[in-house]
């Protein structure tokens, strides 16, 4: 079939990423439909705005159909789209968001399904979700239980089926009847506008994947749930006479309402417009709960669905608890079968006990069997300072070899902290746990009332529920205030085994990684290991210490009386510092690790 026909490509930009808008443009280019036009218009705001515009008018060197439209910017998505149809020249116009993609038959297969349907004012398609707020990104199939090959005003009503703006292909005259985006929504605009294009005519559509939607959670407006909150109000404001007469339509009012309220974290009314909703519409609501299954049978592992909840309500008010419970009935009644099950879901192979022979098989039978005073003693934030002490043979806060971080006090409850006679610095952490520390580097800007809820949260928790860790179940839980050495420090991790270094994991902070930290192992000759470690991802290169030297000394002194031990050190302008001992270190579970060095590592631990 021949297809004939202009069409415009306008591409939002809102200072964003000038590679991720690259991206986008290339995806145009790249279709095997060419528009006859490629218009970015540049809506930037902020800090750093010139620097931007002009990264955006450097793109016009691309491809002659590219042409920049500058702004004073910051009048939002609608004005940049208004803009775009303004000065758009084709017979159609194709939306494109600067962080999404085409992909390259979306415009022949969508002006092919026009020329099909002259009457449709517009053709829209599929979409794949692109959810870059999981590590590696997840791409997924767009949610729909059945894609309408032509969607009506009355079904436009009952629920958005056809989504972003990076989607349709419209006809350009369509904007002469029904008029431009409505600039006075601060969300749910294009489905407002969907709404009226399709109260003049239906809309024909394509059932393929032919746009690729990134979630990044950067600014981007359908993740703003106030602003969909007062868009969604708004549109059913403009529409209500016709949604009051359609059940299936004034159901979906109510549980879009209830699902951003959800996200807000203001549960009671999510609630009530849950309830509502399911009152209007029994089947609607299992309809939208089947959708919710399906999206999670996408999800390709149980720990991205973890990490996709994580800090909403369902994760915090249910899975949290419900997992905590279980994981803690488990280990009361079989902590080996805790052991054994938590081992097999991580290192993907079987818990061997009798003997163990690998590095983290014998810190299994350790947390599991040994029982050995001064495990707790040393893993005891503040015990532990005693120890050393008498290892080093030294009263205060160190000698020439080795120093601890001042204490500023030691405290039952949050309460017995005195925050006025405290330095305008300072760390807060617990005594019985790992990683339960609050960095405060202005006690001015502190949150008094967050700080001591946290730290009541970390105090009634016991470690040994965690990972089924012994030593960690009979520390008393405590407060320490202590001198804040330094906010960005690199942690010297050095494996012992019977009072012998054999490797350090060095933890250093890093702008660039996705955490903020890079990791990298080294022998205490400071050459590179041939293994690493699950929390070293991403590895960088370390420079060797000034004072390797005394950093070993230090780690070999502090491990004389174990099998082994990790004792984690702290050098700062050429001084040790003591950090903490760890005698299972990551509970013993490292699934990057490799089953030789895993073994090889093992044969130096005695059990």
């Known amino acids: 079939m021949c297809i004939e026909g202009s069409i415009s490509s306008v591409i939002t930009s809102y200072k964003r990423d000038i590679e991720v808008v690259k991206r986008a443009l290339k995806s145009v280019l790249a279709q095997t439909y060419q528009p006859i036009e490629i218009l970015i218009v540049d809506d930037n705001r902020g800090e750093g705005g010139e620097e931007y515009s002009e990264a955006l008018l450097s793109l016009e060197s691309m491809s002659p159909l590219v042409k920049v439209i500058k702004s004073e910017g910051g009048h939002g998505s609608q004005w940049a789209r208004n803009t775009g149809i303004r000065a758009a020249k084709g017979e159609f116009i194709a939306f494109l968001d600067d962080d999404d993609e085409w992909l390259p038959e979306k415009l022949y297969l969508q002006k092919e399904a026009m020329d099909r349907n002259p009457d449709a ?48 292909l419209i006809r350009r005259s369509v904007f002469e009847k029904v008029g431009l985006f409505d600039t006075a929504f601060p969300a749910r605009q294009d489905y407002e506008m969907w709404l009226r294009i399709t109260r003049y005519h239906s809309a024909v ?72 909703s399911a009152a209007i519409s029994p089947r609607g609501f299992r309809e939208k709960l089947l959708i919710k299954l399906r999206k999670i049978k996408t999800m390709p592992k149980t720990e991205d669905i973890i990490m996709k909840l994580r800090g909403t309500f369902a994760y915090d008010k249910a899975y949290m608890p419900l997992r905590n419970a279980f994981v803690r009935k488990v280990i009361e009644h079989d902590p080996v ?27 299994q039978w350790r947390k599991l069997y040994d029982s050995n005073p001064l495990f707790s003693e040393c893993a005891d934030k ?56 609050i960095i405060v580097p202005d006690k001015l800007k502190l949150d008094l009332r967050q700080a001591t809820d946290t730290l009541s949260k970390w105090l009634a928790v016991n470690f040994y529920y965690a990972e089924a860790e012994r030593l960690y179940r009979d520390i008393k839980p405590m407060i320490i205030a202590e001198e804040l050495l330094h906010d960005k420090i690199t942690d010297y991790r050095i494996y012992c085994f019977n009072g012998k270094p054999r490797f350090i994991r060095v933890t250093a902070h890093d702008s660039d990684s996705p955490s903020g930290y890079v990791g990298n192992t080294y022998n205490t000759r400071w050459e590179e290991a041939p293994f690493v470690w699950k929390a070293d991802s991403v590895t960088k290169p370390q420079e060797k210490p000034s004072n390797l ?29 003591f950090s903490e001992m760890t005698f299972t270190p990551d509970s013993g579970l490292q699934p990057g690790l490799e089953y030789k060095w895993d073994k ?3 044969s130096f631990f005695e059990v």
Do not use: W
């Open 121 to 168: 004012p517009l053709c829209y398609c599929n979409a794949y979700i692109v959810d870059e707020r999981v590590i590696p990104p997840v791409t997924r199939d767009e949610d729909y239980l059945n894609f309408p090959e032509i969607v009506t005003y009355e079904m436009m009503l009952e629920g958005d089926l056809i989504g972003s703006t990076s989607k349709p």
């Open 205 to 276: 559509g394509v059932n393929k994947r032919l746009v690729k939607y990134h979630l990044s959670g950067k600014g981007q407006l359908s993740l703003n749930r106030e602003k969909c909150i007062k868009g969604h109000k708004l549109l059913y404001k403009k529409y209500k006479a016709d949604i009051d007469r359609n059940s299936a339509a004034r159901f979906n009012v109510e549980f879009y309402l209830a699902h951003y309220y959800l996200k807000m974290g203001d549960n009671a009314r999510a609630l009530k417009h849950y309830l509502i």
């Open 337 to 363: 079968l805790f052991a054994s099950m938590r081992y097999k879901r991580v290192m993907k192979r079987p818990l061997h006990l009798n003997p163990p022979v690998t590095f983290t098989e014998k810190i």
């Open 382 to 437: 503040v015990r532990v300072r005693d120890y050393i002490k008498k290892k080093f043979g030294f009263e205060g806060d160190g000698n020439e070899l080795i120093s601890l971080p001042k204490f500023y006090g030691v405290y039952e409850r949050p309460e017995d902290i005195d925050f006025d006679a405290l330095p305008r610095e300072f760390v807060l952490k617990t005594n019985h746990a790992s990683g339960q520390v």
């Open 549 to 577: 030297k005394e950093l070993l000394q230090c780690a070999k002194v502090l491990s004389q009386d174990f099998s082994f031990v990790r004792v984690d050190l702290y050098s700062i302008e050429g001084k040790v510092y």
């Open 600 to 602: 090889r590592i093992g």
